[in-house]
Nanobody, 115 residues
Framework: QVPLVESGGGLVQAGGSLRLSCVAS????????MGWFRQAPGKEREFVAG????????HYANSVKGRFTISRDNSKNTVYLQMNSLKPEDTAVYYC????????WGQGTQVTVSS
């Protein structure tokens, strides 16, 4: 497994934006699908967004479609999550995870959206 380090979380007012980053320390990053997940207090971890390594296609949970955008920079082994129009229900710890050696759950990054 290759460790993944998430960053970019914080406290933001409803309607605001944040950009999360996830850096992988090595591995075959450009060949692996990557995704973002989140876990709110008292709830199960859920899928947020994913991006294919083959054709760059993206997939989103219905709850974030149109507000969040996943992207990646293979030269930096980094996947991003741009979050706009944030809502209080987006409050959660956000994690990245991927295929193969990137099936690893790090510490995550806390996102708190105040109303």
């Amino acid at each position: 497994q290759v460790p993944l380090v998430e960053s970019g979380g914080g406290l933001v007012q409803a309607g605001g934006s944040l950009r999360l980053s996830c850096v992988a320390s090595g591995g075959t990053f450009s060949k692996r699908a990557m995704g973002w997940f989140r876990q709110a207090p008292g709830k199960e971890r859920e899928f947020v967004a994913g991006m294919s390594a083959i054709d760059g296609s993206t997939h989103y949970a219905n709850s974030v479609k149109g507000r969040f955008t996943i992207s990646r920079d293979n030269s930096k082994n980094t996947v991003y999550l741009q979050m706009n129009s944030l809502k209080p229900e987006d409050t959660a710890v956000y994690y990245c995870n991927g295929g193969g050696e990137y099936d690893y759950w790090g510490q995550g990054t806390q996102v708190t959206v105040s109303s």
